[in-house]
């Protein structure tokens, strides 16, 4: 499962369960059978972030994109847009 933190607390990390793009709404799991919270960015302090971990590369990003593969969805770092993307743009070619 992705996983996300926010950025004052990074070594909280929680499952990242649904995004709400509508309304900026989180909803994050700490551990597999934990209690779900609900986080509005709305309501985090303004450099506060939520960061979601790459699926594709590990990496740690504030603006990852959430991207469909088969029937999951992943996220991708930097608005899908950065190294990670375009590696994976160089792999897509090389098959």
Request: glycine share 8%; charged share 30%; net charge negative.
């Amino acid at each position: 499962m992705t996983r996300a933190r926010l950025s004052l607390n990074p070594e909280r990390e929680f499952d990242l369960v649904n995004f709400n793009p509508t309304n900026a709404e989180w909803t994050l799991r700490e551990g597999a059978r934990g209690t779900e919270t609900i986080v509005f960015e709305s309501d985090l302090a303004p450099s506060d972030l939520v960061e979601v971990k790459c699926d594709f590369c590990g990496r740690w990003s504030s603006d990852s994109v959430p991207r469909k593969q088969g029937g999951a969805t992943l996220w991708m770092c930097f608005g899908g847009v950065g190294e990670c993307a375009e590696d994976r743009e160089l792999v897509h070619h090389r098959h």
